[in-house]
């Protein structure tokens, strides 16, 4: 697929973002920094703050909850404000907010602390999220630029977790916070790439595919996706304790899932020429489901790193599609955002939940609330999908102005 540049919604002039198709991808790697690497090194720290500070499951859950709730509100927000915002200045503020946050957290010794601290880091995360929404919203090839800004994400994700992992028993938690502070510093610098501002974009003149007021199927997937996802990674360490592999193993395998990653995006990025967004959205959220039971199911430690691999690559393989039928919309890019911020908000509770399931019910309990959770993020998609439905897939028309 050759280049197009930017596309824009009819009638739209010309955003102030750069035709230049590296320059995007290099924006939206930095802004995927923090939240990728932060997804991968949650059950590092899960494992740090019920073993060094005493924490117990269902508090270290609601820490990270309360994380995701406060990133999963800043994508919202994003993505209803992003056309009046500065968002280069933005951007610096955001990266300044997370460092700041995270060298807080080192501090923080009860759960409380680690709640205000740790949770409000997710503010400027939340705003990145929603600034690569709007960024792909005029893209009419999203789904194949945000693959390969996450092949290249991941790359470096990959080597910053082997670090991460190699370093943890060797570093005190003051000091782990203060080394994960050096990613918003990165991002600092990359924020320079992205324009001063994004004009607002009108809404599509062309009929909705979905009744007024209701919510289009590709948010209620990505929420489940979410809600079952965050209910297993979160303690994904301790199921690996329980088959008796010590933490320095288990960092090794999250590590590998890194390189997993990379696999997955890049055959999205290949997969993206089929045109089919939908149904290989749908392959993808099978495969991430089914990977989520056998992480929490898994019998032995073999079964245990072959569900993490696949986990890792259904996902990256999964997300570039999900968001390019949310950008479909052509609402400039309100929906992937929302779809964003909602599955993050309602999966925090995830942590939390999984935790309490834990304690009263022991890990069998997750694999049936994992299981509820992919079948309910695969029939919303089915529906759209089906020839016979009045969302059935469309391509969009994108028009470009320049």
């Not at 501090?107 to 792909?136: D, R």
């Not at 918003?184 to 992205?194: G, R, T």
């Not at 003149?205 to 965050?230: D, E, T």
């Not at 073999?302 to 393989?317: E, N």
Request: include cysteine; aromatic fraction near 8%; glycine fraction near 8%.
């Amino acid at each position: 697929m050759t280049d197009t540049g930017p596309a824009f919604v009819d009638g739209d002039a010309p955003p102030s973002v750069t035709s230049s198709t590296a320059s995007l991808v290099v924006a939206l790697v930095g802004l995927m920094l923090a939240y990728t690497l932060g997804l991968n090194v949650t059950p590092v720290l899960n494992g740090v703050w019920t073993d060094r500070l005493d924490l117990v499951p269902s508090e270290a859950g609601l820490v990270i909850s309360a994380h995701f709730v406060a990133m999963a509100i800043a994508t919202i927000l994003t993505g209803r404000f992003v056309g009046r915002l500065r968002m280069r200045r933005s951007a610096i503020i955001a990266a300044l907010w997370t460092m700041a946050c995270y060298v807080a957290s080192g501090f923080a010794k009860q759960s409380e602390m680690l709640m205000l601290c740790f949770g409000l880091s997710g503010v400027g995360i939340g705003f990145q999220m929603g600034a690569m929404a709007a960024l792909l919203s005029h893209r009419a090839d999203s789904d194949r630029v945000y693959a390969i800004a996450v092949v290249i994400g991941s790359s470096l994700v990959a080597a910053l977790t082997i670090a991460f992992a190699s370093a943890v028993p060797h570093l005190t938690i003051p000091q782990f916070f203060a080394a994960l502070a050096l990613i918003p510093l990165v991002q600092l610098a990359l924020a320079f790439l992205l324009p001063l501002r994004l004009q607002s974009v009108r809404p599509s003149a062309s009929p909705s595919k979905h009744p007024r007021g209701a919510v289009p199927p590709v948010v209620v997937a990505m929420i489940f996706m979410q809600i079952g996802g965050m209910a297993v990674w979160a303690f994904t360490e301790r199921v690996g304790h329980r088959l008796g592999l010590p933490t320095a193993t288990i960092g090794t395998i999250l590590a590998a899932t890194a390189v997993s990653a990379i696999i997955g995006a890049a055959c999205a990025a290949r997969a993206a020429r089929l045109q089919r967004r939908t149904a290989l959205a749908l392959v993808g959220l099978t495969g991430f489901g089914l990977s989520n039971l056998s992480i929490i199911l898994a019998p032995s430690p073999t079964v245990y790193a072959a569900a993490l691999l696949m986990q890792a690559f259904a996902l990256t393989f999964t997300l570039p599609f999900l968001t390019a039928v949310a950008l479909e919309e052509q609402d400039g890019g309100r929906t992937a955002a929302y779809a964003h911020g909602w599955s993050m908000l309602l999966g925090a509770a995830s942590p939390y939940a999984a935790g309490w399931l834990i304690e009263e019910h022991g890990f069998a309990a997750i694999a049936f609330y994992s299981g509820t959770a992919l079948l309910l993020s695969i029939l919303p998609l089915l529906i759209r999908h089906h020839p016979g439905s009045p969302m059935h897939d469309a391509q969009p028309q994108y028009v470009n102005n320049t």
